[in-house]
């Protein structure tokens, strides 16, 4: 019995060296967790429907029901529907929310399961960093525009950094955002990139590429997904970029690990 209880606290203890990076398979939809050696979990987007949970479940320690920071790219159902039910199943410490709202039933349920849990929301700001601890951060880029009738354009980008591996992570950005991107000023080079609006004609343009230069294109999207995505244009921009191209609708979740000198896919 004793050594039971030696082997449950040593797991519960453990803890691995690098960070993990999941993009998840959510089907037609974006959904990508994030875990410090630390234990510091980040989940950006929350997928189309409630197989997010499932997905969380799988990639978090079964004694783990705290998800640190919950940042929302943008109020498409195809990015936030499984945050609803995950919002009431885990402790949720931050959640961050692009500055254009939603207008619909979903958002409606969103705001509701936010309130019953009392949940801290707050607005993304451009160049807000966030501190993982052991040289691991996270960064706004892209906070603005946008409008109800294309919210894709308020997408919020995200830049992780783990020491000298960066991942880029840009929601559904369109490719006349990506300029405003350009013109920012900050460091857009990236090892990996998530790849904008699951791989649409209309992002990663060429000029963008060639500021982030990818080693890996990391592209979320549903099999036989009614918008065409990935579209053939995207792709050959991503080949033409020299990346290499994974997609979830054929890997499945896709596990990225660093330790913040090199990376690798799990």
Request: glycine share 8%.
């Amino acid at each position: 019995m004793i050594g039971l209880w030696l082997i449950l606290f040593c797991s519960l203890q453990a803890k691995d060296k690098n960070l993990a990076v999941y993009f998840l398979d959510v089907g037609q939809g974006d959904a990508i967790l994030l875990r410090t050696p630390q234990g510091t979990n980040v989940l950006v987007d929350g997928g189309a429907d409630n197989n997010l949970l499932y997905q969380v479940s799988e990639h978090l320690p079964w004694w783990d029901r705290t998800i640190d920071y919950v940042i929302i790219s943008h109020f498409h159902d195809d990015h936030y529907t499984g945050l609803v039910e995950l919002a009431r199943k885990y402790n949720i410490k931050n959640i961050i929310i692009p500055k254009v709202a939603g207008d619909s039933p979903l958002y409606s349920a969103w705001q509701e399961a936010v309130s019953i849990k009392h949940l801290r929301v707050e607005e993304a700001v451009i160049g807000q960093r966030y501190d993982l601890g052991q040289d691991t951060s996270w960064q706004i880029l892209m906070a603005e525009g946008g409008e109800l009738k294309d919210l894709n354009q308020s997408s919020v980008v995200v830049k992780v950094s783990a020491g000298t591996v960066d991942f880029l992570l840009m929601g559904d950005l369109p490719s006349e955002e990506e300029v405003r991107l350009l013109q920012s000023g900050f460091d857009l080079s990236a090892e990996i990139i998530k790849v904008g609006h699951h791989g649409s004609r209309y992002s990663s343009s060429e000029e963008f590429l060639s500021a982030v230069n990818p080693e890996l294109c990391v592209i979320e999207v549903g099999k036989d997904n009614k918008f065409g995505h990935p579209h053939k244009e995207a792709l050959d921009r991503l080949d033409k970029a020299g990346c290499q191209i994974k997609e979830t609708k054929d890997k499945g979740t896709i596990t990225v690990l660093s330790d913040g000198i090199k990376w690798w896919v799990k």
